[in-house]
């Protein structure tokens, strides 16, 4: 996804033979990922644990950045987001990069 997301949102003028093959890639994961979660709550058990937070980072930025619409695509991923979102001291992204942002091309 940093990848993709890097090149659809703040670069001018991405390839778009190159963003085709990445969101190729994206859709496989993300299916593989949503189907994971289908029927638990956390990727590993029970409980969040580090293979949560890791998976998640790039998949809770802002829609217009990643092109995913989670709510709508993939309804587990999303849930299982909304859950990790729950956790105590949980923050955005955005909320924890300090300085300027990147300027949005979409």
């Given amino acids: 996804m940093a990848t993709y997301r890097y090149l659809r949102a703040f670069t001018a003028a991405p390839d778009p033979a190159v963003l085709?093959?990445?969101?190729r890639r994206l859709d496989d994961f993300?299916?593989?990922?949503?189907?994971?979660l289908a029927d638990r709550s956390f990727v590993i058990g029970e409980r969040a644990t580090i293979a949560d937070i890791s998976l998640m980072a790039y998949l809770s930025f802002p829609v217009h950045e990643s092109g995913y619409d989670l709510a709508a695509s993939r309804p587990a991923i999303a849930a299982w987001l909304a859950r990790l979102a729950e956790l105590p001291g949980w923050q955005a992204p955005y909320d924890l990069?300090?300085?300027?942002?990147?300027h949005c091309h979409v």
Avoid: E, N, V, Y
């Fill in 30 to 36: 993300l299916g593989i990922l949503d189907g994971h």
């Fill in 20 to 23: 085709a093959f990445l969101r």
């Fill in 97 to 102: 990069l300090p300085g300027k942002r990147l």
